[in-house]
T-cell receptor, first 118, second 113 residues
Framework: AQTVTQSQPEMSVQEAETVTLSCTYD???????LFWYKQPPSRQMILVIR??????QNATENRFSVNFQKAAKSFSLKISDSQLGDAAMYFC???????????????FGKGTKLSVKP | DAGITQSPRHKVTETGTPVTLRCHQT?????MYWYRQDPGHGLRLIHY???????DKGEVSDGYSVSRSKTEDFLLTLESATSSQTSVYFC????????????FGPGTRLLVL
């Protein structure tokens, strides 16, 4: 079965500093999508960034960027200039193929809880 | 905001009672999903739909059924709720046939006593 592994249950960063959250995944697909979602205390799941596997260039969205290593099946999230509002659970997800193939459900990691210290 | 609402937002029920959760979307998306979120498990797929009356099972479908009689509504039913179904339930839509990106509703917190 496809798996997504987030090896850091908790991380902490000082405000204005940079932090990197790790994610590895397992897939037999050659073309797929990867995602990072943020879940603040409100519980809302918010899309942070996505990466298409066939694209060599790492995705960026303002202070958020990824380091996508396709051969290593690694997809880390870098948050620059951390802000208090970045404190949340972060989930890595890959497009699943186990259920429905092209229906595109997501396989999630267990999450990393990020704390931001003022 | 992908125009997704869930109802109810919170529910407490007793073991053995039926429960129906509703997901409503306003943007005519074809694909809809139900996930559950439990501590230590992330989100796991329960069922999904790829059109009106077209549904299929996900990873953790036992004890759940779904229905989609209209494009905008996707219902999740617990036929006879058990304490193991205490969880937070999220509905999601996939935006477009090719986008692969899912957007989530606000979630429903269900407590089965």
């Amino acid at each position: 079965a496809q798996t997504v592994t987030q090896s850091q249950p908790e991380m902490s960063v000082q405000e204005a500093e940079t932090v990197t959250l790790s994610c590895t995944y397992d897939t037999s697909e050659s073309d797929y999508y990867l995602f990072w979602y943020k879940q603040p205390p409100s519980r809302q799941m918010i899309l942070v960034i996505r990466q298409e596997a066939y694209k060599q260039q790492n995705a960026t969205e303002n202070r958020f960027s990824v380091n996508f290593q396709k051969a290593a099946k690694s997809f880390s999230l870098k948050i620059s200039d951390s802000q208090l509002g970045d404190a949340a659970m972060y989930f890595c997800a890959s497009e699943g193929a186990d259920y429905g193939g092209s229906q595109g459900n997501l396989i999630f990691g267990k999450g990393t809880k990020l704390s931001v210290k003022p | 905001d992908a125009g997704i609402t869930q109802s109810p937002r919170h529910k407490v029920t007793e073991t053995g009672t039926p429960v129906t959760l509703r997901c409503h979307q306003t943007e005519n998306h074809r694909y809809m999903y139900w996930y559950r979120q439990d501590p230590g498990h992330g989100l796991r797929l329960i069922h999904y739909s790829y059109g009106v009356k077209d549904t299929d099972k996900g990873e953790v479908s036992d004890g759940y059924s779904v229905s989609r009689s209209k494009t905008e509504d996707f219902l999740l039913t617990l036929e006879s709720a058990t304490s193991s179904q205490t969880s937070v339930y999220f509905c999601a839509i996939k935006q477009g046939e090719l986008s692969k990106t899912q957007y989530f509703g606000p979630g429903t917190r269900l407590l089965v006593l």
